[in-house]
């Protein structure tokens, strides 16, 4: 008997049972191999089983879930969280300041989610440890302890996530984003795109502002921020972002409006790389393997609708964005056929750009030693130059 798939089921007689059964008995077995199903059940799932264990919790039986703690499940913790403080109150927050400075990271992420349901005067002892719990390497319990500082409004930890995206440690700065991101810290949202431009972890720092804010907020509020962090977005899909986020974003909706209603050189450079990397995607079956069927249509719609935007139309605009200052010059010379276009480009102050523009002309073989030439005296930083000495 498969208790898993009667308790994830769509029989109620089946489900409640096991939810009863499972709180009643306080199955940690059980309970474990839920957990472990994580990443195969589908979320709309893992939220109806949420659903059944709370049905199944009273105020005899609630804390049975204490003995689940070791066995972490961000599908869960909310849930379980909500049930001890719902039954216990304030009467159990002895137990879970115990449980807290315990060594257990599980179980101190589910004592952390439990704080969040707690007045902040009450834990405000904690404070020092949460801190430190902010940056621990096991994410969900950084993360619940920054959800407890922000309902804590504590602004130390906020200032020196601040201070840390003006580090010149990337990983640091990285970091420090998520911080803001997971604290929800939306006037940070400006520096994080400052930040994200000039890092080589744009994509990554990209993949977490749509948690920050909304990418139809952000387009509204500013077209072009939003256009260059859907930009890097795209080119982070699958390997960074998942291909669910074609849904997640609604980046059919985006893309379509951007087309028919706000095309501009911006938004024609994005649409450019997005036919590009949807047909990529569309086309090979290993890039949609463990996708569900939702995902997978979705990829193809939005695949069928960039195929469908003319690509000259799109050529026409992005040449604007070919001068060094431009947010948008490395992406759009990545679509530029004329080598003269290209060859202006080495006359830039950006290092890094001339190196862009060197590779594309050996990639079209038209680089040639006095391209190299007229560029390596303009050229101080040692990295580059021995890259450009060897092409």
Do not use: W
């Not at 059980?30 to 893992?46: A, G, N, R, Y």
């Not at 300041?97 to 989610?113: P, R, S, T, W």
């Not at 038209?366 to 190299?372: D, Q, Y």
Request: aromatic content about 10%.
């Amino acid at each position: 008997m498969d208790l898993i798939k009667q308790l994830t089921g769509k029989n109620p007689v089946e489900y409640e049972n096991v939810a009863k059964s499972l709180v009643d008995n306080s199955d940690v077995t059980l309970f474990e191999k839920l957990v472990k199903q994580d990443d195969f059940l589908f979320d709309f799932v893992k939220n109806n089983v949420a659903k059944r264990i709370q049905n199944a919790c009273n105020k005899d039986n609630y804390q049975n879930l204490l003995n689940f703690l070791g066995h972490y499940s961000p599908s869960y913790d909310t849930m379980i969280a909500e049930v001890l403080f719902e039954y216990g109150g304030l009467e159990l927050l002895p137990v879970m300041k115990e449980i807290f400075l315990e060594d257990d990271e599980n179980k101190k992420a589910y004592a952390v989610k439990y704080f969040s349901f707690v007045s902040q005067d009450m834990i405000q002892d904690l404070l020092p440890l949460l801190r430190q719990t902010a940056h621990s390497k096991f994410e969900p319990l950084a993360v619940n302890s920054i959800e407890v500082l922000a309902k804590m409004n504590d602004e130390l930890s906020k200032n020196e996530a601040l201070e840390k995206l003006n580090s010149q440690d990337e990983f640091e700065q990285y970091e420090a984003v998520k911080f803001l991101v997971n604290y929800q810290s939306k006037d940070a949202l400006g520096k994080i795109i400052e930040v994200m431009k000039k890092s080589t972890l744009s994509e990554n720092i990209a993949s977490e502002i749509p948690y920050l804010i909304p990418l139809d907020e952000l387009l509204e509020k500013d077209k072009e921020a939003g256009i260059l962090v859907l930009c890097h977005i795209v080119n982070a899909i699958p390997e960074i972002i998942p291909a669910s986020a074609v849904i997640d974003y609604n980046l059919f909706g985006i893309f379509e409006n951007l087309y028919i209603d706000n095309l501009n050189s911006a938004s024609a450079i994005l649409l450019r790389l997005a036919q590009d990397k949807f047909a990529q995607l569309a086309e090979n079956d290993e890039y949609l393997f463990d996708c569900d069927k939702n995902t997978k249509d979705e990829v193809y719609a939005v695949n069928s609708l960039l195929s469908g935007m003319n690509k000259n139309k799109l050529s026409s605009l992005f040449y604007e964005e070919l001068y060094e200052d431009s947010d948008f010059v490395f992406f759009a010379v990545d679509f530029v056929d004329e080598i003269e276009e290209l060859e202006t480009l080495l006359d830039s102050s950006n290092q890094t750009l001339i190196l862009k523009v060197l590779t594309l002309l050996k990639e079209k073989q038209v680089l040639s030693n006095a391209h190299k030439e007229a560029v390596l005296n303009n050229i101080t930083n040692p990295e580059i130059r021995q890259v450009i000495e060897v092409l």
